[in-house]
Structures are given as C-alpha cells and as structure tokens.
Nanobody, 123 residues
Framework: QEQLVETGGGSVQAGGSLRLSCTAS????????MGWFRQAPGKEREFVAT????????NYADSVKGRFSISRDNDKNTMSLQMNNLNHEDTAVYYC????????????????WGQGTQVVVSS
C-alpha cells in the first residue's frame, strides 16, 4: 500500500529552524509530484510548498517564500522541507502529500497523505 511517513516535527523558538522529512513507500516515488501542506488549529489545511516529480519545479506559498526550501531525493524516496526563521504563524501540523499539482497559488493535493507531524513555534 501507498504510504508516507513524516518525521522531524517538534518545538522551536521563533527565529529558529527545523527540517521535516517524508519517506515514501508502496509506489514509484520518482513519478509523483510531491508537496507539503499544513493545518493550524481552527483553520483549513493550506498549501506550503510543492516540487515536481523530477525536482525541476518548486512552488511556495507567499507566507513561506524565502524561508522554506523543499527538496527531494528520488534515490532514497524521500522529500524534505527545510524551515528557517520560523514564526508563530508556522505552528501547525505538517502533512506530506504525493500525486498533486505543483503550480499556482493553491495547488491541488494528491490522494496520498502522511499522518502529519506537529510543529510548534513559540512566540
């Protein structure tokens, strides 16, 4: 079965950094666009960043541009999100996603989701 597992969440003070990782199994990872989405308390799930299947195209939400960097390693079936200069608004559960769109202000997520990893940024 298709599976995504996120790791790397935790608590960090504002201005700090965190790196999330997503490990894929059960499907041919290198053929899938990937992305990160997040959901804060009381809010809908929102797009954070996406990357094309070959890593050529990346896309970021305006709120994280210049601070976050998405990457992937198709040889290891992994995707990462490097988060720098974190602020309180970044507090959310972050979800790994496979099979969605890449471009646009609100890329459509694919059908494969991870369980999520909690990120808490203290103000």
């Amino acid at each position: 079965q298709e599976q995504l597992v996120e790791t790397g969440g935790g608590s960090v003070q504002a201005g700090g950094s965190l790196r999330l990782s997503c490990t894929a199994s059960g499907f041919t990872f290198k053929y899938y666009n990937m992305g990160w989405f997040r959901q804060a308390p009381g809010k809908e799930r929102e797009f954070v960043a996406t990357i094309s299947y070959d890593g050529f195209f990346t896309n970021y939400a305006d709120s994280v541009k210049g601070r976050f960097s998405i990457s992937r390693d198709n040889d290891k079936n992994t995707m990462s999100l490097q988060m720098n200069n974190l602020n309180h608004e970044d507090t959310a559960v972050y979800y790994c996603n496979a099979g969605g769109g890449v471009r646009g202000e609100t890329p459509t997520p694919g059908e494969i989701w991870g369980q999520g990893t909690q990120v808490v940024v203290s103000s």
